[in-house]
């Protein structure tokens, strides 16, 4: 038997054992998580101190961060790092991070992938380089920063699809001769998240004496959206120069009715070009699939020499730039 078929073998074993650790963690977690949820509706006899696997690990990363805050706000150039990620504070009911502890994960992600490189490469005989290592690092460093930018998508989505029932919300209040204060207090309690994060944060900056044109203006800023781009200038407008307030929310409710059809519509319209979309973006990883299954010693060079890790790099980054114009190409702005 080679030595490399016993480097095989092991490797197979260590991903088994990782896989079948991560599915019982996961199950575990997802029972504890369960149990709690019934237990709201039931009356425990005894406190309960057990914590998963999963909570503990979590609850252990967070002490460390905590620790490494106070270090980390010492440094100028970590404290301005972290100012670009005020927005991706937790919102909602959970508990808020500080800013700079997305910071420390990222640090953190990135130093843990660095080490399970350097694990891999020892099973397989091989020393890891340090250009290898650099890039490892800033892989696993901006990990996070996908994760985030995907959440505040899918944040700024949901906050599209609820400003129209925002709306609705305070032309009845209006309709109902509600002042603005108590129409957004109305909104705030009536919504869900995360516009009601922004509608409790309305609130406060409205009930602390701030003018209505200026909340929502600050509004505006940190949702960067059309439609309360429109909402907020609409306001402004109304608060310096007067008029029938129920008149004005009337036309803005049907305006973003319309616009929400017309996008239903749109949608319906283009289910064909956007699966097209899908196959043409799919089919880069399906021919690199193919080709490692036909041959899989056919990638080995990019992985051999600098040269070959530049080589990845700029196939990575026409990668990017084909989605990027095949998405442009193919969107229908309305």
Do not use: H, W
Not at 143 to 159: A, E, Q, T
Not at 163 to 182: D, E, P, R
Not at 228 to 253: A, D, H, M, P
Not at 265 to 285: A, D, G, M, Q
Request: one cysteine or more; glycine letters at 2%; charged letters at 20%.
């Amino acid at each position: 038997m080679s030595n490399d078929f016993k480097l095989m073998l092991i490797q197979i074993f260590i991903i088994i054992v990782l896989i079948v650790v991560i599915i019982y963690l996961i199950r575990q977690n997802v029972a504890i998580k369960f149990e709690r949820r019934i237990g709201r509706y039931s009356i425990e006899p005894l406190k309960n101190e057990d914590v998963s696997v999963l909570d503990g690990i979590n609850k252990k990363i967070n002490i460390f961060i905590v620790k490494c805050r106070k270090f980390m706000n010492k440094i100028y150039l970590f404290r301005l790092i972290s100012n670009r990620y005020d927005k991706y504070i937790t919102y909602g009911d959970t508990e808020s991070l500080d800013k700079i502890d997305f910071v420390t994960k990222k640090l953190l992600i990135g130093f843990c992938l660095v080490i399970l490189s350097i694990f891999s490469q020892v099973l397989q005989n091989r020393v890891i380089s340090l250009f290898e290592m650099v890039i490892v690092f800033f892989i696993g460093y901006f990990i996070l920063d996908i994760y985030l930018v995907y959440s505040n998508k899918l944040r700024l989505k949901k906050i599209q699809n609820q400003i129209l029932k925002a709306v609705i919300i305070m032309n009845n209040a209006f309709k109902a001769g509600k002042s603005t204060i108590q129409a957004v207090e109305i909104a705030k309690n009536e919504l869900p998240e995360p516009l009601k994060y922004e509608f409790r944060k309305i609130y406060n900056d409205m009930k602390y004496g701030l003018s209505v044109d200026v909340v929502f203006q600050r509004f505006a800023k940190r949702v960067d959206l059309e439609e309360i781009r429109y909402l907020s200038s609409s306001l402004t407008i109304l608060n310096k120069t007067g008029g029938n307030i129920v008149q004005v929310f009337s036309s803005i409710e049907k305006a973003l009715f319309d616009k929400k059809k017309l996008k239903e519509e749109l949608r319906n319209l283009t289910v064909s070009s956007n699966l097209i979309v899908k196959i043409l973006l799919s089919l880069p990883f399906v021919f690199v699939l193919i080709i490692y299954i036909m041959n899989p010693a056919y990638f080995d060079p990019f992985f051999e020499s600098a040269l070959g890790y530049v080589a990845l790099a700029m196939i990575f980054v026409i990668l990017l730039l084909y989605v990027f114009f095949l998405q442009k190409i193919m969107k229908v702005k309305v």
